[in-house]
């Protein structure tokens, strides 16, 4: 199975500050990196498919970089409602494989 | 309003079996690809298990093969994971979860529409 790893695993941040998380996965799988936020109690949002497009009616504050083994998930100027859990996942082979999360805590 | 609502959760004891249901709506659910992804308190995600639009496709992670089942009922617009010999490690938020298809029919493999979620709590 493909490994993926995300770091860091929590970053405290302001709002209006720039916030970058990274994930690398363990063989390459070209552009096939979904990018998802998730909040307590609630499912997982998707935020960026293929590495680096924007799903429909997500802020174009987010964006999505890379491709092979790493890759980025920017917000360019973080929003108090951007507090929340980020999750990256492979979707070049079975089974999908995630990271283990990154934390966005308030500063 | 496009929306996927889980259902079946509980308290089961190891051993036993549970079966999950996730309806669908406001979407044409035969055409698109269809998966199991859980949650365990305080954890990550986890993909669980996957399935074609006609059924005639399935994949399951290692841990659950040969105790895990899923199937669809088109007709109903209907999910279901049938969930045998469960352990203390399946106690998880279990979310059906949509494969995300976009204009021109091309998949990411990407999951676009979650439901809720469903707890199932496995102990005795």
């Known amino acids: 199975d493909i490994q993926m790893t995300q770091s860091p695993s929590s970053v405290s941040a302001s709002v209006g500050d720039r916030v970058t998380i990274t994930c690398r996965a363990s063989q390459g799988i070209s552009s096939w990196l979904a990018w998802y936020q998730q909040k307590p109690g609630k499912a997982p949002k998707l935020l960026i498919y293929?590495?680096?497009s924007l799903q429909s009616g997500v802020p174009s504050r987010f964006s999505g970089s890379g491709s092979g083994t790493d890759f980025t998930l920017t917000i360019s100027s973080l929003q108090p409602e951007d507090f929340a859990t980020y999750y990256c996942?492979?979707?070049?082979?079975?089974?999908?494989?995630f990271g283990g999360g990154t934390k966005v805590e308030i500063k | 309003e496009v929306q996927l609502v889980e259902s079946g959760g509980g308290l089961v004891q190891p051993g036993g079996s549970l079966r999950l249901s996730c309806a669908a709506s406001g979407f044409t659910f035969s055409r698109l690809e269809m998966n199991w992804v859980r949650q365990s308190p305080g954890k990550g995600l986890e993909w669980v298990s996957y399935i074609s639009s006609r059924g005639d496709s399935t994949y399951y992670v290692d841990s659950v093969k040969g105790r895990f089942t899923i199937s669809r009922d088109n007709a109903k617009n209907s999910l279901y994971l049938q969930m045998n010999s469960l352990r203390a490690e399946d106690t998880a938020v279990y979310y059906c979860a949509r494969d995300f298809s976009d204009s021109t029919g091309s998949y990411y493999r990407a999951f676009d529409i979650w439901g809720q979620g469903t707890m199932v709590t496995v102990s005795s």
């Open positions: 293929a590495a680096s």
């Open positions: 996942q492979q979707a070049n082979t079975f089974p999908p494989t």
